[in-house]
């Protein structure tokens, strides 16, 4: 069979080496054959417009790189925002929760007879007095003996339902707490605590009540702005239906196994309010120690927010972090911008760089 494939033609539009390796192929076979192995081989080299959209797409991607590394940093301001958030929020909340607990056994002794609001505080009043060889014990040092007979007993006195004995309040630093037996670590998570060995607060001639309550939680404030109270301040004790006013007279700092200024002093009705000192240290005692006042003035409400010196510089953060993060998100809308109108100036010179070439 005569071979009627132009060779010539092979070497113009593809030059004389690819005509001849054409030709070597073509040798002995038939001519379906060498024109589908001619296609195939011509198949497998990537077009023109093939590489351009692989360009494409590779610029795609790397354009989404950039945008992630972009954000990145307001990511990360946002979550720094959110971890600086936590504690304030769940200290507000805690500090509302505390109030209303105190508010709910308030309601419940409204609605209890005379009758047994009266039986209450005597039965308080009679323990206090066949208990004085009780020592008061630093309540962070665990040295109370929770299973004694002793400490059975002293639960038993004041025992409401809801496990609160009364409700402690300082109207200067608007504090309001549910008040507990004991000191465990359970007790003075969720508010302020009695210590074990002090009389109980139903006021009274060589009383000595003692209650203390955290400082420095990361989630509530308790006791912390308790420095902050001055002599002639107030606070009160509210036990069934009857209200306990005293006014400080002293305020000391002592070692936490110094419990010298705890005891009873003959003829006076005292109260003490303990907590933790140095904020954040917690090696000694704060004792805040008021008299009684007769007759008891009337409670202020204590219905505002607590807010600690922290809260404040969490807030002042938090502010600056946001100043920051918007800054952020403005120079990155405007790169994007920018890099966007560069785009499409690009693509307006392109098809004139055409026009031009034709």
């Not at 202020?300 to 807030?315: I, K």
Request: hydrophobic share 35%.
């Amino acid at each position: 069979m005569t071979d009627s494939r132009d060779t010539n033609s092979f070497e113009d539009h593809e030059g004389p080496e690819r005509a001849s390796w054409w030709d070597e192929m073509a040798e002995g076979q038939p001519e379906s054959e060498y024109h589908a192995a001619r296609g195939a081989t011509e198949s497998a080299e990537p077009s023109q417009s093939e590489e351009d959209h692989n360009e494409a797409d590779d610029e795609v991607v790397q354009r989404k790189k950039e945008a992630r590394k972009r954000f990145l940093p307001l990511i990360f301001i946002l979550l720094g925002v959110l971890c600086l958030a936590y504690p304030i929020t769940s200290t507000v909340w805690n500090n509302h929760q505390a109030k209303l607990v105190s508010r709910a056994y308030e309601n419940h002794v409204n609605k209890q007879s005379q009758e047994l609001k009266d039986s209450y505080i005597k039965r308080a009043r009679e323990y206090n007095d066949t208990h004085t060889g009780f020592p008061v014990l630093d309540p962070y040092l665990g040295n109370v003996a929770p299973d004694s007979p002793e400490y059975q007993e002293y639960l038993n006195v004041l025992d409401q339902p809801s496990g609160i004995i009364g409700v402690v309040k300082i109207p200067k630093i608007q504090v309001k707490l549910p008040i507990r037996h004991g000191t465990d670590h359970d007790t003075l998570n969720a508010g302020a605590g009695h210590m074990f060995g002090s009389d109980l607060p139903v006021g009274g001639v060589d009383r000595h009540t003692v209650i203390t309550a955290h400082t420095g939680l990361p989630t509530s404030t308790m006791f912390d702005r308790l420095t902050d109270l001055e002599i002639g301040d107030e606070f009160f004790f509210e036990v069934q239906d009857q209200s306990f006013g005293y006014r400080v007279t002293r305020i000391d700092v002592v070692k936490p196994n110094d419990p010298s200024l705890l005891g009873r002093e003959k003829d006076k009705d005292l109260a003490t309010l303990l907590t933790c000192t140095p904020y954040g240290i917690n090696s000694h005692r704060l004792l805040v120690t008021g008299e009684r006042i007769i007759p008891t003035p009337q409670s202020p409400a204590v219905d505002g927010p607590q807010w600690s010196w922290w809260m404040t510089l969490f807030l002042i953060a938090i502010v600056i972090s946001l100043l920051i993060a918007t800054q952020v998100a403005r120079y990155t809308a405007a790169r994007r911008k920018k890099e966007k109108e560069e785009e499409s100036a690009e693509g307006a010179e392109a098809p004139d760089s055409l026009a031009e070439l034709s």
